[in-house]
């Protein structure tokens, strides 16, 4: 408790000090292609690291981390992720304007799925798949309790979140279309794109219009995407899962 209390002593840190988005945007030119390729497994090799600079982000100092590394999946390189009551990301900053390019596509494919996955329980609040896109925002909108969940965050994981967060997730028990905040912070919506075992195994194709569900979940239109990432996690079940995640792409709206 007296950590806690310690953390929300802070009050008069500077909170875009605790944005990891506000160092982003201070650091990357916005990207101005024809498209923006987040992530390019395909032109790796399995066994190397991921180009394009990923590099894994911390949910806890503590906890075990979720493996990531590059495959062949027989369809070429992919990003696998091996979770054993693991809990962690793996992502790359970068910065571009969603209202430019508000279509994200990328395919997933469930190796081992999580049984009682379910975004709405914060017991259950694994997935075996997730794609993670961050965002920069105006940090004077941010309330107590918002500014507290940053601060709290720093202290136990080492890590800074950014503004806001949408994620689109793989459930096992939650149906397509399902949107859960998270329980610590309304700035983490999941949105559920794929549920239930039965495609186990399969490769499933997804493109989503990411300015308009961040304008539904939020209430807002949004700043700058700030970063990009995926996470396989199984930390609260204590279960084993596996997932592997194929190249991300945002688009210009046709």
């Known amino acids: 408790m007296s950590g806690l209390l310690a953390l929300a002593g802070c009050a008069g840190f500077p909170i875009e000090e605790l944005l990891a988005s506000s160092a982003i945007v201070a650091e990357l030119p ?27 982000f911390a949910v806890s100092r503590s906890g ?11 369809q070429g390189v992919v990003l696998e992720a091996r979770a054993d009551g693991s809990a962690s990301g793996f992502y790359r900053r970068v910065r571009f304007d969603p209202m430019r390019y508000p279509v994200v596509e990328w395919r997933w494919r469930v190796v081992q799925p999580l049984p009682e996955a379910d975004p709405r329980i914060a017991s259950r609040e694994d997935s075996a798949a997730r794609l993670v896109i961050s965002f920069h925002g105006d940090a004077d909108k941010l309330d107590f309790q918002e500014r507290f969940t940053l601060r709290l965050y720093k202290g136990l994981s080492g890590e800074k979140l950014p503004f806001a967060m949408l994620m689109y997730v793989w459930s096992s028990d939650a ?38 569900d961040y304008r539904r979940v939020f209430g807002e239109d949004p700043w700058d995407v700030v970063a990009v990432g995926v996470m396989t996690d199984a930390d609260n079940t204590r279960q084993k899962a596996r997932a592997q995640y194929g190249d991300i792409t945002f688009r210009k709206a046709q």
């Open 30 to 56: 916005r990207e101005s292609g024809e498209r923006v390729e987040v992530a390019r497994f395909s032109a790796g090799r399995a066994g190397e690291s991921p180009p394009d600079r990923w590099e894994p």
């Open 64 to 74: 075990t981390r979720t493996e990531y590394r590059l495959v062949d999946s027989g």
């Open 175 to 212: 149906p397509v279309g399902t949107v859960a905040p998270n329980v610590h912070t309304e700035k983490i919506q999941t949105i559920v794109v794929d549920s239930g075992t039965t495609r186990t195994g399969v490769w499933r194709q997804f493109r989503r219009n990411v300015l308009e």
